[in-house]
């Protein structure tokens, strides 16, 4: 038979799955020999069987029979005896922390015999009326079922006629009548009277939390905070302690650490004369902790050695509940503490400077996306209060004017206003919309709901789910809950890492932690500062992988460099044909001879040297992968449609020049499907020329580069390849290029010849692509579209929420790599490729280089480096040595 019960003194913080959290510390805290009331703990794993089969399993209730006697021998006292009680408090705890969220009920074991015995063993009477009755309005509400409202109701009219305000104002007298009224109600309202069986109180009590596992509110908040739906809750049945008799009691909640901030010194709250839910029901004012200092010296030093050797013992942040009854202090509960990123960061490495912790130890206790958080701008300091609030989907801070549709979004956009996206809902056709508004504001859905995932896929701010919200597309304004009208136009602020909106301009502050990655900001005045410093640079010690950039520009790789990048992963060359460059390949596709089409490349030729001669000098000394261009051409030319139309009209005006030899090569290049097209490698098997210019360039500017005395180190790049003909093909004709370069001008040029693997023929054919190329990088993005056969910006917006909400994935593959499918690719092409060419490079450009999980799972796959956008950068480094560290071998938490 299993055992269901466990005497605090029989369990410790590691069997947190049997006896929950709660029950797990209150166990280990009572080992360590903390004052902590006696008790004991009923398991998880009696609460899964109460609720699959709607009663408490065989033998239980014998089993918390024998629990309960030892604690009454321990104590000398029997539940509800009638001259000296004992109570107790029936308390919820499940495996994570799910604060308020399940019930707990105080005083267990108080009848209309023993509220006498109370009075007379603690000399008050007034607690023991007050204690009565709140435990009648407690197990009215949360075991029988009464609406609250009844019991607050009477509570109102008890001090109406007595003429007081606060409850303190009702004496004994008062207290006792309140508590028959009570009872009234619950005989009404439950069909039942309360029971007066002290045993029977305690059954009904452990029942009620058990179920409070299934309550809607629980299950919101697992569904938010991932916690599974199947692992029931502990109850521990603890002996009352009772803060509340007199002056010389009271009760608190503390923090080892400041837990927004992680500055070191005990933070907390305390309330004299007090049960613990008052402390955190903001009933009355609290006090901060250190005010107990005066008020109860010793219980006060007794509290801080105790916090003192918690830390020492958790070897983190702790947080506590306390509760002094009569100068004795009991502790309550403690746990490791939640905290903010920054707190994070700033505790990880004072814990490790007081060396309670190791370096790497102090790296598994921040995460990339909390380094990610503070890399946000943020909004600086507000006194303005938020006109709604809902949920964070979207990290960042948005200021701008306020629009109802995509139409209006796109154009006001466009005019250079900065826009937000107001919508009760969003769906695909606001896509233009949230691509031009900086943020965007929903009243529905939560963060699976279409805005949020297009939202945080293009990197936009977004609150989502602002139900207080009357939103009026119609009348074009959005109507706040006090009443306040906000119509289009008005600006607004979205704090789309709070979930918090305001009216009007919010000032947004650069992140200090950006400013001192790119070189803007010591470290070493500013202790978070300090902490992210030694964090990121002890990751870089012990990650394996290395982290490039993608970076198109000069400026980006600049950039990317101060943020710690060791090189260019992917530089895209499309960009470098667009704008006044355009009309040169127009040129170039519409040539109609051999000499029209040498004068269009010998035109682009000084351009992209220029372009190449910059970024390799940003670079100097690290690799600049290069990927030869891989859009399909129609790309630079102008709008079919739009073009059609125009050639209609010159033709119907007799105009001389009518554009019909460009519309000639527009439909020649139109393509129903150009993501699988005429792009990539294809393009260099049929207009050659366009590769051997681009091969030039990169090769002169690294000739440039050597007698300007640098060291160039350019990667060439062959995109889309899915049959290793192809890239020999290719890689055939840019050798011979690089040979004439190099002929021509002395230099022996430095370079390496890659392809991307980005198809699933080219993976499952590495080994023969690898006897050409010398390095591969993982195409994520288009790998993820061919494996799963959709793209990307069909389908995201469309079927994307459905799939997540119905379980088909947790995270878009598009954000965190789908090591089932993809993955399995990549460990094939890694090894099939490695096994022709030992020293092969591997690496990874899509999106995924910067995502934390997908990171670690590059890192066990046996890449070389990861390779993302610049402002991930720091990220991918602090999660390259995490991956490398591993995690811990037992978590505390
Ligand atoms: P939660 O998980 O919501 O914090 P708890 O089980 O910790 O719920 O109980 C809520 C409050 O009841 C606590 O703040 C604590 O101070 C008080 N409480 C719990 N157990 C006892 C006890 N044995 N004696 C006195 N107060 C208690
Ligand atoms: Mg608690
Ligand atoms: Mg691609």
Request: net charge negative; with cysteine.
């Amino acid at each position: 038979m299993s055992k269901y019960v466990y005497d605090f003194a029989e369990g410790n913080r590691f069997m947190a799955d049997l006896l929950g959290g709660k029950g797990a510390n209150l166990a280990e805290m009572s080992v360590m020999g903390l004052p902590v009331p006696p008790g004991f703990t009923i398991t998880t794993e009696a609460c899964r069987a109460y609720l699959a089969t709607g009663a408490a399993p065989d033998g239980l209730a014998a089993e918390v029979g024998e629990h309960l006697h030892r604690l009454e021998l321990s104590l000398g006292r029997k539940l509800g005896q009638v001259d000296e009680p004992l109570l107790v408090a029936v308390r919820s705890g499940a495996r994570f922390s799910m604060p308020g969220m399940m019930d707990t009920v105080l005083d267990i074991g108080l009848t209309d015999d023993s509220v006498a015995g109370l009075a007379a063993w603690s000399g008050d009477e007034r607690l023991a009326w007050d204690s009565y009755r709140r435990l009648v309005q407690m197990f009215g509400t949360t075991v029988l079922g009464v609406d609250g409202a009844y019991f607050a109701a009477a509570l109102r009219d008890a001090k109406q006629a007595k003429g007081v305000d606060g409850d303190l104002g009702l004496d004994a007298a008062d207290l006792r009548a309140l508590t028959a009224t009570f009872m009234d109600i619950v005989r009404e309202h439950a069909g039942r009277d309360f029971p007066q069986d002290p045993r029977e109180q305690l059954d009904l009590a452990i029942a009620s939390v058990f179920s409070s596992w299934h309550t809607d509110r629980a299950r919101i908040y697992r569904r938010a905070e991932h916690i599974p739906d199947d692992l029931g809750t502990a109850v521990n049945v603890c002996a009352m302690v009772f803060g509340n008799l007199g002056d010389d009691s009271g009760t608190g909640v503390a923090f080892t650490r400041d837990p927004a901030t992680g500055a070191p010194g005990v933070y907390g709250d305390y309330l004299p004369n007090a049960q613990g839910e008052d402390v955190v029901a903001g009933i009355r004012n609290t006090l901060p902790l250190h005010r107990l200092a005066d008020l109860q010296p010793r219980a006060y030093e007794q509290l801080m050695d105790i916090m003192r050797t918690l830390e020492g013992h958790y070897h983190d942040l702790c947080d506590i509940e306390f509760t002094i009854e009569r100068r004795k202090l009991w502790m309550l509960q403690t746990r490791v503490g939640k905290r903010t990123a920054a707190a994070a960061f700033r505790i990880a490495d004072a814990l490790r400077e007081e060396g309670l912790i190791d370096a790497d130890e102090a790296l598994r206790r921040v995460t990339g996306a909390q380094l990610a958080q503070l890399m946000f701008p943020r909004f600086g300091d507000t006194e303005r209060a938020p006109i709604a609030t809902g949920v964070a989907a979207s990290p960042g801070a948005a200021v701008g004017e306020v629009v109802f549709d995509s139409a209006t979004a796109v154009r006001r956009a466009e005019q250079g206003a900065a826009v937000i996206l107001v919508r009760r809902e969003t769906n695909p056709d606001d896509l233009d919309g949230l691509i031009h508004a900086r943020g965007v504001l929903t009243s529905r859905g939560g963060k699976t709901s279409h805005a949020a995932v297009v939202a945080r896929g293009l990197g936009r701010t977004c609150v989502c789910g602002a139900e207080s919200l009357t939103i009026d597309t119609q009348a074009r304004r959005f109507t706040t809950a006090d009443g306040t009208i906000v119509a289009e136009g008005d600006v607004i602020s979205v704090d789309g890492t709070a979930g918090a909106v305001y009216l009007g301009e919010l000032d947004v502050v650069p992140s200090p932690v950006v400013d001192y990655f790119e070189g803007r900001r010591p470290a070493d005045r500013d202790d978070l500062l300090r902490a992210v410093d030694r964090i990121v640079r002890h990751a870089d010690r012990r990650g394996r992988l290395e982290v490039r950039a993608n970076a198109d520009t000069a400026e980006d790789a600049h950039r990317a460099r101060l943020l710690g990048a060791k090189g260019i992963g992917l530089c895209r060359t499309e960009h470098m044909f667009l704008g006044d460059r355009r009309v040169l390949v127009e040129r170039l596709i519409l040539a109609a001879d051999d000499s029209a089409r040498k004068a269009a490349l010998a035109a682009l030729l000084p351009l992209q040297r220029a372009d190449f001669t910059r970024i390799l000098e940003e670079m100097d000394g690290l690799p600049v992968t290069i990927r030869l261009l891989d859009p399909p051409l129609h790309e630079f030319l102008p709008d079919r449609t739009e073009l059609t139309a125009r050639v209609a009209v010159a033709k119907a005006l007799g105009q001389g020049d009518t554009q019909e030899d460009l519309l000639r090569a527009v439909e020649r290049l139109h393509e129903q499907n150009p993501m699988l097209g005429a792009r990539g490698v294809r393009l260099g098997l049929v207009i050659p020329e366009l590769y051997d210019l681009q091969v030039r360039a990169i090769a002169e500017a690294a000739v440039a580069r050597v007698r300007a005395g640098g060291t160039p180190r350019a990667e060439i790049m062959i995109p889309l390849v899915s049959d290793a003909r192809e890239l020999e093909i290719v890689a055939e004709r840019a050798r011979t290029v690089l040979a004439s370069v190099g002929a021509e001008t002395g230099v022996d040029v430095p370079h390496e010849i890659g392809t991307m693997i980005e198809l699933p023929r080219a993976a499952v054919t590495a080994g023969r692509i690898a006897k050409t190329a010398r390095f591969f990088s993982f195409g994520t993005n288009d790998l993820t579209q061919t494996v799963w056969g959709f793209s990307r910006d069909d389908v995201e917006g469309s079927f994307f929420p459905a799939y997540l909400a119905e379980g088909v994935f947790t995270a878009s593959p598009f954000e965190t790599i789908d090591r089932e499918g993809v993955g399995t690719l990549i460990d094939i092409a890694a090894y099939e490729g490695r096994a022709t060419r030992p020293d092969l490079e591997l690496g990874v450009c899509g999106e995924h280089g910067g995502d934390p999980k997908s990171i670690r799972f590059f890192h066990e796959a046996g890449l070389d480096y990861v390779s993302c956008s610049p402002f991930r950068v720091p990220v991918a480094r602090l999660e390259a040595g995490r991956a490398a560290v591993g995690d811990t071998a037992v978590d505390s938490r």
